[in-house]
């Protein structure tokens, strides 16, 4: 074996091992996030769940026009939305930079129309006297629950629309590939399967009956 | 030509990604049914924690290709998570004693 071989042998054998599970360190780094952030959601929620439980007057006062409606259209746009973004990385895995590029931004579109109606939901609970620590309905502990968690969503939506149009950007450029995308991707997926759990268990477990 | 750099595999065909966007919009709808079924809250919170068990499964095995990953790393995903998510819960009795004055089924509860 030439020294060159013993090199190139050593060289990817050292990659290898730099790179657990053999994936991309970038990748791999999302994950190491998206489980991160899988925490703290989840404590929010249970935190949530606890205040929602242990408190008697606890108000239920989604009522099916405008809220529910509005829920479900968010939804249907997220859910939308995370099928826009896996046809944009296929399309960029493909090499077909154009469409890659429509179905980013499509899916950032999709994501800012999300906000804004997150915000219209947020504006009309205040323009009702829904504030962080009162409210007109019962437990004041309500609404600093209610905007921590769809807040803390609302944040990751909106950070995620401004990477979608950053990394857009970058890959038209060619500065940022087909893998940066993908891993813009799985940040994406993660807020809609967020968005799973806090519907039903913010929105849908508190309509007025 | 594609630029794969990983085990995940982006570049299937449309029906596997359409079917499961729908199901995932069906489930999604199905929580929304139950929220006006006739039932209790525990009742209610079981089937809305099912449905969105279901739904982010499969976002997680088929919009982030966890499934497609190495065995490996998808143990450790799954521990790691799991674990965390499971220790959050250790203070559901304290939620309960606000609610009730004691946990559930114990002694004080019952004597007073």
């Excluded at chain 1, 990659?15 to 780094?29: G, H, M, N, Q, V």
């Excluded at chain 1, 935190?47 to 259209?73: C, D, E, H, Q």
């Excluded at chain 1, 609302?154 to 990394?167: K, R, W």
């Amino acid at each position: 074996m030439s020294q060159v071989d013993a090199m190139a042998v050593h060289s990817t054998g050292h990659a290898e091992s730099s790179s657990p599970f053999a994936i991309p360190t970038k990748k791999l780094a999302m994950w190491l996030f998206i489980i991160s952030d899988a925490a703290t959601f989840g404590a929010c929620l249970v935190a949530y769940g606890f205040l929602r439980n242990g408190t008697p007057n606890w108000p239920t006062p989604f009522k099916f026009s405008p809220t529910v409606i509005n829920t479900m259209a968010m939804t249907f746009i997220l859910i939308t939305s995370s099928l826009t973004m896996l046809l944009g990385v296929r399309a960029a895995k493909l090499a077909d930079k154009t469409m890659a590029l429509g179905w980013v931004y499509l899916t950032a579109a999709l994501g800012a129309v999300f906000a804004l109606l997150h915000l219209r939901e947020w504006l009309g609970m205040i323009h009702e006297g829904v504030r962080l620590f009162q409210n007109p309905w019962g437990s004041g502990l309500f609404g600093a629950a209610f905007f921590s968690v769809t807040g803390l969503h609302l944040l990751h939506v909106t950070a995620g629309v401004l990477a979608l149009v950053a990394v857009g950007l970058r890959y038209k450029q060619g500065r940022y590939h087909a893998d940066d995308i993908e891993i813009l991707g799985l940040y994406w997926h993660f807020v809609d399967l967020v968005w799973m759990f806090v519907v039903p268990f913010v929105y849908l477990m508190n309509v007025a009956r | 030509m594609t630029t794969d750099n990983g085990a995940a595999s982006y570049t299937g065909g449309w029906s596997r990604i359409l079917i499961v966007y729908a199901c995932i919009l069906v489930l999604a709808g199905l929580q929304f049914v139950i929220a006006y079924e006739h039932i209790d809250t525990w009742q209610m919170f079981g089937r809305m924690l099912a449905v969105a068990i279901v739904e982010a499964g499969l976002a997680v095995m088929f919009f982030m290709h966890l499934g497609s990953e190495k065995r490996g790393f998808v143990i450790f995903v799954a521990v790691f998570t799991l674990f965390v998510l499971a220790a959050l819960q250790y203070g559901w009795t304290d939620s309960f004693r606000m609610m009730l004055g004691a946990a559930p089924n114990s002694s004080y509860q019952t004597a007073h």
